[in-house]
C-alpha cells in the first residue's frame, strides 16, 4: 500500500551499507531494537523509534531469508490452512497487544500513547510470534523454537475469551465484534489438529489453485484496500445484516481478478513495451558490455 512507501524506501537505502559490508542480519537487527527503544524511552523521539522498529521487523524478514532452505514437505495443507484462520482471527483476540499498549503503556511517547494507527510500534511484536510461524510454514523451515510460537499463538485468543469471562457477566459481553474471530479460531484449532495427525505430507501440497495466488499476490496487495474503499461507495451493500457477507464476496472475487489482471496481463504487456524503447536497449547493451 501506498502508505508504507516511505517505510520501504528508508529500509531498501539503509540495506545498501547492509549489503557492502555484510552485516549479519542479527546484528542489524539488535541495532535496529536497541535504537528504537532509545528513541522511545530516553529522547522520547517518536518518528525515529518508529522507523527503527519497522526496521526491525524488515531485517527479521531479512534474517529468515538467510537461513537454510528444508528440501522436504514439513507441514500439511490442514496446518497452513489452519494457520490461515488463525491469522484472521488473531487481530480482534490479541489480548498481548491489550497488555502491551494499555497496561504496560509501552506504546507511549513523552507520557501519551500513540494515536497513528499506521504506525509499528512496540506492540505490534505481539504478532510476531504468528508472523514467524506463518512464514516458515509456507516456506517449509524448522525453527528451534517452533513449539513457543505455537504455544503463544494458541493460548494468547484463549486467555482474552477467559479474562472476558472472569471479569464480565455474559450476558454483557459484546459477542458480536468478537463471534466470527473465535469462529475462525475454532476452525483454526481444528484444521491443525487434524494436520498432527496426519503423518504423511510428502504428498499432502496445497491446490494448485491456491499456489497460484501466490504468484498474484502482490497485485492483491497494491489493490485489495482501494477495492474495499470502492465498494464502501455503494450505500445498498450496506443495508442488511446479509451485508457483510457480500462485500467480502465481492472483495475477494474483484482483488483475485484484478489482480490476476495486473500480474498476468497488463505487467507482462507493460514490461515487453519497455523493452522496445532505444534507452533500455542501450542500457542493456552497456550492463552487458
Known amino acids: 500500500m501506498s502508505w508504507s512507501l516511505n517505510y520501504e524506501m528508508l529500509f531498501y537505502l539503509l540495506f545498501i551499507p547492509i549489503s557492502i559490508y555484510r552485516i549479519k542480519a542479527g546484528v542489524a537487527l539488535s541495532l535496529s531494537l536497541a535504537s528504537a527503544l532509545f528513541f522511545q524511552f530516553v529522547v522520547g523521539w517518536e518518528q525515529a523509534a518508529l522507523y527503527s522498529y519497522g526496521f526491525s521487523f524488515w ?23 489452519g494457520l490461515l484462520c488463525l491469522m484472521l482471527a488473531f487481530p480482534s483476540l490479541n489480548f498481548a497487544a491489550e497488555i502491551l499498549r494499555y497496561t504496560l503503556h509501552l506504546d507511549n511517547f513523552n507520557g501519551v500513547l500513540l494515536k497513528n494507527p499506521i504506525a509499528i510500534a512496540l506492540s505490534d511484536f505481539s504478532y510476531l510470534p504468528l508472523g514467524l510461524l506463518l512464514v516458515t510454514s509456507f516456506t517449509d523451515r524448522k525453527l528451534p523454537f517452533r513449539w513457543a510460537l505455537v504455544t503463544f499463538s494458541v493460548v494468547v485468543p484463549m486467555l482474552y475469551l477467559l479474562l472476558q469471562l472472569k471479569h464480565s457477566r455474559i450476558e454483557l459481553i459484546e459477542w458480536a465484534p468478537k463471534v466470527v474471530a473465535y469462529g475462525f479460531y475454532i476452525i483454526g484449532l481444528m484444521l491443525m489438529a487434524v494436520g498432527i495427525l496426519r503423518k504423511t505430507v510428502a504428498s499432502n501440497l496445497l491446490p ?24 464502501g461507495r455503494f450505500p445498498f451493500l450496506y443495508e442488511t445484516e446479509w451485508s457483510l457477507g457480500v462485500r467480502t464476496a465481492l472483495t475477494v472475487c474483484i482483488t483475485i481478478g484484478f489482480s490476476y489482471f495486473l500480474e498476468k496481463v497488463w505487467h507482462p504487456l507493460a514490461v515487453r513495451q519497455l523493452k522496445q524503447l532505444p534507452v533500455f536497449r542501450k542500457s542493456t547493451k552497456i550492463l552487458l558490455a
Open 59 to 81: 531485517l527479521i524478514g531479512l534474517w529468515l531469508s538467510q537461513e537454510n532452505h528444508n528440501t522436504t514437505r514439513l507441514y500439511s495443507r490442514f496446518t497452513l490452512i
Open 208 to 231: 494448485q489453485k491456491v499456489i497460484m495466488l501466490g504468484s498474484i499476490s502482490y497485485g492483491m496487495y497494491m489493490s485489495h484496500f482501494l477495492i474495499i474503499i470502492l465498494l
